[in-house]
C-alpha cells in the first residue's frame, strides 16, 4: 500500500480533539537534513504513531495526551532522515488497543516491525495476531507518569502470554530503578532491550549505581542497550555532548548489543521537540567506526527485531 509523501517540514497535523498534554509539544518545525549518509536499511529502533484520534481514540485511562502524530507524517520524517526501516512502540496513550499499530504495520510493506503492551487481559488469540502482524516485543512501563509499575505477577502474565514467540522484553526505567530491577533483568527469559540509555542521571557519575548495573546488564550477553534519547539523558542541551559521550563508550564497549532510535514525536518532554535530522547526525559520533554504525542501524536491529536478512 503506497502512502502520499509528506515533507516533514510541513507536517499533516489533525486538529487535536482535546488539548495536548504539558510536555507533548509539536515536532520540530524544520528538521535539518541530515548531512551523514546512513547505511542502507537503517532502522529508528524507537518511535511511536499517535492517532490521528478521529481514527484511533486515545485511550480513556491514559495518563497523558499527545498530538497527533500519524504513520504518515512518520514515513515522510523517515525518508527525510534516510532511514527505511522501523521499530514502532506502542504508546501508552493508546493503551492495550493496538489498532493504531496494526494499522500502520498492515501499510509498511514489512518495513516496520512493532512492540505491544501486553496486559493481564490480553488473550493468547490478540497476541498471535500481532505476531502475525509483525510485532516483535513488549514493553514494560516502570515510569510513574505512564502506570503503575508492573508487578511480578503481571510481568509472568506477560510472559505466559507471549511464551515460544522469541519476542524481546522491551524497558522502559528510570536510572536508579536499574540497580534495583537488575535481578528482575537477569531472570527475565529470552533477550531484553533497555530504551533511552536506561535515563540514567549523568550527574551521578560514570561509576553511579545506575551505570554500574546498565554496564553490567550489557556485559551479561542477554541484555542489550537502546542508544537513544540522548536529549532526555543530556543535561547541557543540544548537541548534547555528555550523553553522546555515554551513547559512545556503549556502542563501543558491546557494538552487537545497541541499537538507536529516534523516539519520535518526543512526548513528555521538557521543552520543545528537538530536532531528529540533528539526532541522526549525532550518530556520527555515537558510533564513529563505520563497522560499529553498520551494526547499530543495520544488523542489530535486524537480529533482535526480525527483519528481513539484507548483503
Same mark, same amino acid.
Given at each position: 500500500?503506497?502512502?502520499? %509523501?509528506?515533507?516533514?517540514?510541513?507536517?499533516?497535523?489533525?486538529?487535536?480533539?482535546?488539548?495536548?498534554?504539558?510536555? /507533548?509539544?509539536?515536532?520540530?518545525?524544520?528538521?535539518?537534513?541530515?548531512?551523514?549518509?546512513?547505511?542502507?536499511?537503517? /532502522?529508528?529502533?524507537?518511535?511511536?504513531?499517535?492517532?490521528?484520534?478521529?481514527?484511533?481514540?486515545? %485511550?480513556?485511562?491514559?495518563?497523558?495526551?499527545?498530538?497527533?502524530?500519524?504513520?504518515?507524517?512518520?514515513?515522510?520524517?523517515?525518508?527525510?532522515?534516510?532511514?527505511?526501516?522501523?521499530?514502532?512502540?506502542?504508546?501508552? /496513550?493508546?493503551?492495550?488497543?493496538?489498532?493504531?499499530?496494526?494499522?500502520?504495520?498492515?501499510?509498511? =510493506?514489512?518495513?516496520?516491525?512493532?512492540?505491544? @503492551?501486553?496486559?493481564?487481559?490480553?488473550?493468547?488469540?490478540?497476541?498471535?495476531?500481532?505476531?502475525?502482524?509483525?510485532?516483535?516485543?513488549?514493553?514494560?512501563?516502570?515510569?510513574?507518569? @505512564?502506570?503503575?509499575?508492573?508487578?511480578?505477577?503481571? &510481568?509472568?502474565?506477560?510472559?505466559?502470554? !507471549?511464551?515460544?514467540?522469541?519476542? !524481546? %522484553?522491551?524497558?522502559?526505567?528510570?536510572?536508579?530503578? &536499574?540497580?534495583?530491577?537488575?535481578?528482575?533483568?537477569?531472570?527475565?527469559?529470552?533477550?531484553?532491550?533497555?530504551?533511552?540509555?536506561?535515563? !540514567?542521571?549523568?550527574?551521578?557519575?560514570?561509576?553511579?549505581?545506575?551505570?554500574?548495573?546498565?554496564?553490567?546488564?550489557?556485559?551479561?550477553?542477554?541484555?542489550?542497550?537502546?542508544?537513544?534519547?540522548?536529549?532526555?539523558?543530556?543535561?547541557? =542541551?543540544?548537541?548534547?555532548?555528555?550523553?553522546? %559521550?555515554?551513547?559512545?563508550?556503549?556502542?563501543?564497549?558491546?557494538?552487537?548489543?545497541?541499537?538507536?532510535?529516534?523516539?519520535?514525536?518526543?512526548?513528555?518532554?521538557?521543552?520543545?521537540?528537538?530536532?531528529?535530522?540533528?539526532? !541522526?547526525?549525532?550518530?556520527?559520533? &555515537?558510533?564513529?567506526?563505520?563497522?560499529?554504525?553498520?551494526?547499530?542501524?543495520?544488523?542489530?536491529?535486524?537480529?533482535?527485531?526480525?527483519?528481513?536478512?539484507?548483503?
Amino acid at each position: 500500500m503506497t502512502e502520499p %509523501a509528506v515533507h516533514p517540514t510541513e507536517p499533516a497535523f489533525h486538529e487535536p480533539e482535546s488539548v495536548p498534554s504539558p510536555g /507533548c509539544p509539536p515536532p520540530h518545525p524544520a528538521p535539518r537534513t541530515p548531512s551523514l549518509a546512513l547505511p542502507r536499511n537503517s /532502522c529508528d529502533a524507537h518511535c511511536h504513531i499517535l492517532g490521528p484520534a478521529h481514527a484511533f481514540p486515545y %485511550a480513556p485511562d491514559r495518563t497523558f495526551t499527545p498530538l497527533d502524530a500519524p504513520k504518515e507524517q512518520l514515513r515522510a520524517l523517515h525518508a527525510h532522515l534516510g532511514l527505511s526501516r522501523a521499530v514502532v512502540v506502542q504508546s501508552s /496513550c493508546h493503551g492495550h488497543d493496538h489498532a493504531v499499530l496494526l494499522d500502520a504495520l498492515d501499510a509498511s =510493506g514489512g518495513r516496520l516491525r512493532g512492540v505491544a @503492551l501486553i496486559g493481564e487481559n490480553s488473550t493468547r488469540a490478540e497476541v498471535e495476531e500481532l505476531h502475525r502482524a509483525g510485532v516483535r516485543g513488549f514493553r514494560l512501563n516502570f515510569l510513574p507518569h @505512564l502506570r503503575t509499575p508492573p508487578t511480578r505477577a503481571e &510481568i509472568d502474565t506477560v510472559l505466559e502470554r !507471549v511464551d515460544g514467540l522469541g519476542w !524481546v %522484553a522491551q524497558l522502559h526505567v528510570r536510572g536508579e530503578e &536499574i540497580a534495583l530491577l537488575e535481578g528482575l533483568v537477569r531472570a527475565l527469559p529470552g533477550r531484553v532491550v533497555v530504551d533511552h540509555i536506561g535515563r !540514567v542521571d549523568l550527574a551521578a557519575g560514570d561509576d553511579g549505581p545506575a551505570l554500574r548495573s546498565l554496564r553490567a546488564l550489557l556485559d551479561s550477553g542477554n541484555v542489550w542497550v537502546k542508544v537513544s534519547g540522548v536529549d532526555r539523558v543530556s543535561r547541557q =542541551g543540544p548537541p548534547y555532548a555528555d550523553a553522546v %559521550a555515554l551513547a559512545a563508550s556503549l556502542v563501543a564497549h558491546a557494538p552487537e548489543r545497541v541499537v538507536w532510535g529516534t523516539d519520535y514525536p518526543h512526548v513528555n518532554i521538557t521543552g520543545e521537540a528537538p530536532d531528529d535530522g540533528l539526532l !541522526v547526525d549525532l550518530l556520527e559520533r &555515537i558510533a564513529p567506526d563505520p563497522a560499529h554504525l553498520r551494526r547499530l542501524m543495520v544488523d542489530n536491529p535486524a537480529e533482535l527485531f526480525d527483519f528481513p536478512a539484507t548483503p
